[in-house]
C-alpha cells in the first residue's frame, strides 16, 4: 500500500512538473485567462514560436505556438536584406513574417525575448519658448549663455521604454508630480511618451501611448491611447534602431529602467535647487 501510494505521488509530481515546462515554453504566451490569441493584434500574420535546434544561417527551425510540428522556414533573402532582428538563440521566442508568394521563405524575423527589456536614448532640454524664437534669436540667446547656466540646465535626460511579457510596457524618464520651480527653471524638457504596452503587427512594432499622462498615475487612470508604429531599422544585443513616420530614432540597453529613472530624478531635484537659488 505504500509503495502504491509514493508511486501515486511520483505520477502526480510529474504531471506537475510537465506543465509547468509547457508553460515555460510558451513563456509570454499565456496568462490566467488569456490566451495568445487574444494578445495578437488583429490581421497580424505574423507567425509566432521557440527557435529550434537545428538551424543554420539559411535555415529557421520554429516551433510553432500551437504546438504543431517543427517548421523550417528559409532566411537567406532575409539575411541578406537584413531582416534578421537579433541573435537567433535556441529556444527564444520569434516573430517571423512569412513571404507572401512562398510560406515556406521568411522575410522578417524578429527575437522578441531579445526585444524585451529596457531601452534609452538621451533627450536634451530646450529653452523656454525657443520655439516661438527666429533662428537668429536662438544662436543669440545660446551663444550669449553664460556657460554656469548651460552646465546647470542643458543637462540630458535619459527616456525609453521598458517592454515586458504579456505585451506590456512601461516608460523611461518619469520624475513623478510637477515640481513648482519648473517655472523658475529656463528650460524645457518634451514629455515622457507614457507607453503601456506593445506588440508586433505583421513585422512592424506598435507601442500604445497613454495620452496626457506624465506621471506614476498614468496605470491607474487611463485616459485616450495613441499607437506608435515604427519598422526595424536594426537590433542588436545593444542597440536598437527604429524608424517612426517623424524619423529614425536609436536606442541603448539598459540593464533596468529603475537606473534611469533615479538618474532622471536625481538630475530634477538638482536643476530645481539650483533654479530656487538662482532667484533667491
Not at 501515486?8 to 510537465?18: I, R
Not at 490566467?32 to 535546434?53: A, H, I
Request: glycine share 8%; charged share 25%.
Amino acid at each position: 500500500m505504500k509503495a502504491k501510494l509514493i508511486l501515486g505521488l511520483m505520477a502526480v509530481v510529474a504531471v506537475l512538473v510537465l506543465s509547468a515546462c509547457k508553460d515555460k515554453k510558451a513563456d509570454g504566451d499565456k496568462e490566467p485567462g488569456k490566451l495568445t490569441s487574444q494578445l495578437l493584434l488583429r490581421n497580424d500574420s505574423t507567425v509566432y514560436g521557440l527557435v529550434c535546434d537545428g538551424c543554420t544561417d539559411s535555415v529557421l527551425v520554429l516551433l510553432p505556438s500551437d504546438d504543431s510540428d517543427p517548421v523550417e522556414y528559409d532566411i537567406i533573402d532575409a539575411k541578406q536584406a537584413h531582416k534578421i532582428f537579433g541573435v537567433l538563440r535556441i529556444g527564444d521566442w520569434v516573430g517571423v513574417v512569412l513571404n507572401k508568394s512562398d510560406h515556406k521563405v521568411a522575410d522578417l524575423v524578429i527575437d522578441l525575448d531579445q526585444l524585451k527589456g529596457t531601452w534609452c536614448y538621451k533627450v536634451m532640454p530646450q529653452l523656454r519658448s525657443y520655439e516661438t524664437m527666429s533662428k537668429r534669436m536662438q544662436r543669440r540667446m545660446m551663444r550669449d549663455m553664460p556657460d554656469s547656466v548651460k552646465q546647470t540646465f542643458l543637462i540630458p535626460r535619459e527616456y525609453g521604454f521598458t517592454l515586458k511579457r504579456q505585451f506590456s510596457a512601461s516608460p523611461v524618464g518619469l520624475i513623478g508630480g510637477g515640481n513648482s520651480l519648473e517655472g523658475e527653471s529656463p528650460v524645457v524638457y518634451p514629455e515622457v511618451p507614457f507607453y503601456s504596452e506593445w506588440h508586433i503587427w505583421n513585422g512592424r512594432l506598435i507601442l500604445t501611448r497613454q495620452l496626457g499622462q506624465t506621471g506614476f498615475a498614468a496605470h491607474a487612470a487611463p485616459h485616450k491611447i495613441a499607437n506608435d508604429t515604427a519598422d526595424f531599422v536594426m537590433m542588436t544585443p545593444d542597440t536598437l534602431v527604429l524608424a517612426f513616420r517623424d524619423g529614425e530614432q536609436g536606442y541603448y540597453r539598459r540593464s533596468n529602467a529603475e537606473d534611469a529613472n533615479r538618474k532622471a530624478r536625481t538630475v530634477a531635484m538638482q536643476q530645481a535647487q539650483k533654479a530656487l537659488n538662482s532667484v533667491k
